[in-house]
């Protein structure tokens, strides 16, 4: 995919707040028919930078060249170019699926026999044909996101924004929605892709940049990324609950590179009876303490020892080969939940 031509180029693209620089000159391109994933923990200028290049906030300075049309000169050609497939679900919710395709299908300037044949398109892929006629409101999590993408795949866009598509959905609907990114990839679908799930990122990415403090500080494919880490593994710790200053001491050991922790959320991602079900599920799920270092076999029993003198319950402790989560700790000190 190297000789492929770039269908984006982002050129020194700076957002100012104030004093704040929100994205601080950062570069990259994103070349024709790849899934470019684009990760950043909270607060890093990930989403601002998506934002520019949707034409959603005007860059302070640099550019973002989408097809060949500037977000500065002609934003109009660059939203044409666009689909966009927001973690908020924009659809109407007392409308149908039927009705709310055709209505962003005439939003994009369909109409006729061409509009009726994308909806029935848009609605084979998303697997949900047989329930076109009922209101969006009476869908599932998972079908809600699943039309949400079909509505910004109607007119046929070069490249696709997808921002969190399988956030708190269930695991029937995230793999549905993660074969549908790879079948629109092969149909030549250029592909940003943004998630809280490394493992997501890890099964459809080509390549990869990290953003952090509004920089770019990482760029490259898994593999590349994975070297960064050298011989680095992941200690995961599933623990009862994290107390405060228990991180500090196991990021003050010896042979320890970084320690962050995040809950365990998909468990209870759609639970079936009220908050008290939530509660219960989350409570047994714990969370999880990630720590790296580049001689885990020397640091295990010293893990041990700290959380346990922080009163903390050990369930499991398992040690991995690095992967992207492992590298996003190394470059950024956290995890991406974090």
């Known amino acids: 995919m190297s000789d492929t031509p770039d269908i984006i180029t982002v050129t020194d693209l ?11 000159g950062v570069s990259f391109a994103i070349r024709e028919g790849e899934v470019f994933g684009l990760l950043g923990p909270n607060g890093a200028g990930k989403t601002t930078a998506i934002s520019m290049i949707r034409c959603l906030l005007t860059p302070t300075s640099g550019d973002v060249v989408v097809e060949g ?9 660059v939203k044409r170019a666009l689909g966009v497939v927001p973690q908020d679900i924009a659809l109407y919710p007392t409308l149908t699926a039927l009705e709310n395709l055709r209505f962003w ?3 994009y300037g369909l109409s006729g026999s061409l509009l009726e044949e994308r909806v ?7 697997g949900l044909a047989d329930r076109a006629r009922e209101a969006i409101e009476k869908y599932s999590g998972g079908m809600k996101r699943r039309i949400n993408i079909a509505a910004g795949i109607m007119h046929h866009p070069r490249v696709l924004i997808m921002d969190e598509p399988t956030v708190g959905i269930d695991p029937q609907s995230r793999n549905h929605i993660l074969e549908t990114v790879k079948e629109l990839n092969r149909r030549g679908m250029t592909v940003i892709y943004t998630s809280h799930y490394m493992e997501e990122v890890e099964f459809l990415c080509d390549r ?5 403090h509004g920089s770019l500080i990482a760029l490259g494919t898994i593999d590349d990324l994975k070297r960064l880490v050298g011989g680095e593994n992941v200690i995961s710790a599933r623990v009862s609950d994290v107390p405060d200053g228990v991180l500090d001491a196991l990021r003050a050991l010896p042979d320890v590179d970084g320690a962050s922790s ?3 959320q998909d468990v209870a991602a759609e639970p079936s009876e009220g908050a008290g079900a939530e509660a219960t599920l989350a409570d047994a799920a714990g969370t999880t303490i990630e720590i790296l ?16 003198g922080f009163g903390v319950k050990v369930m499991s402790l398992d040690v991995r080969e690095p992967n ?3 590298v996003f700790l190394h470059l950024t000190g956290k995890s991406l939940r974090d």
């Open 120 to 126: 029935a398109e848009a609605l084979a892929l998303a």
């Open 69 to 77: 049309f500037s977000v500065l000169r002609d934003p109009m050609a």
């Open 208 to 212: 990869v940049g990290i953003v952090d």
């Open 262 to 264: 995040a809950g365990q």
């Open 293 to 308: 270092s580049h001689d885990s076999g020397a640091v295990i029993a010293s893990v041990v020892t700290v959380l346990t």
């Open 14 to 24: 700076v957002k100012r707040f104030g004093e704040v620089a929100a994205v601080d």
């Open 105 to 107: 299908g005439r939003m």
């Open 324 to 326: 992207l989560e492992s």
